[in-house]
């Protein structure tokens, strides 16, 4: 174990200026390290250690990589969710990194979606009300809110599901509640974690092919964590990570199938790397 102090500055204290932002970027991300320490502030887990990448608008991005190799740390921070050891990021030019924790979490609510894979819908409200939330927590009015969740969950396909409560529809059909939520107040990036992850094979394609659509036909801009190399192909960029810091970034050039190819092949060169046989 290491000394942390001695390994990192603190959060927001590294110098920005020479950064360079363009008006297409949604995310960019500088050096951002992330070590887990334990209370004597000795470091337990070196789980990013300079992650440098950059997200467009209207991108649909996978970040893949073996267990362990520091994808919910990174999205943990992409979210919010947690502080980095050290680097910055910005989302649409905003560095998050030195938002006093009340912007923060109006700056999360405002321009960030989020999917996770087991839903995270609140059970005592209809899935309708689940998908109007994030709009009711922003002050918009019934009929503004009536209006947008119904568009919402008409272009998911889940309109005839709005006065149903999460437990009475199919873990597929609660996950496009969960996806209609996230983009209900059209964030600027849409971040998802496994989102298929709970779901049989037929749920998980539909719902790729709605980020898809998402992407597509509104513009959405997607980071997706996934385990999986043909969720991973849905999306036009894979970026890997192994040991806490990116290893390859590949480009979607040819069809589907081919993609998948590619990033099977990726994944066996990540395994062998990890010297699993
Ligand atoms: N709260 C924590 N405290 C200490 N170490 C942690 C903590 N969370 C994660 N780690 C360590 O940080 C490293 C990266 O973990 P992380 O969960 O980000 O990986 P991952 O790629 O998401 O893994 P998986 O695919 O298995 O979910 C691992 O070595 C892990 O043991």
Redesign the pocket.
Known sequence: MHDAQSTFTQSGTSPTQNIQHTPSQVLRVHQLAKA?TNRRKQI??L?LSGIDLTVEHGEFVSIM??????????LNLLAGLDKPSSGELWVQGENMTTLHPNQLALFRRRNLGFVFQDYNLLDTLTLGENVGLPLSLDGKTGPEIRQRVKEVMGFLGIADFMQRYPYEVSGGQQQRAAVARAVVHNPSLLLADEPTGNLDSASARALLELFQRLNKDLGATILM?T?DPLSASYSQRVISIKD?YVYNEMRRTSDQQQFFQEILALLARLEEKHGVA
Do not use: E, F
């Not at 990589?65 to 990174?74: E, I, N, Q, R």
């Open positions: 887990y337990m887990a789980a990589g073996p267990s362990g190799s520091g994808k919910s740390t990174l964590v385990h806490g």
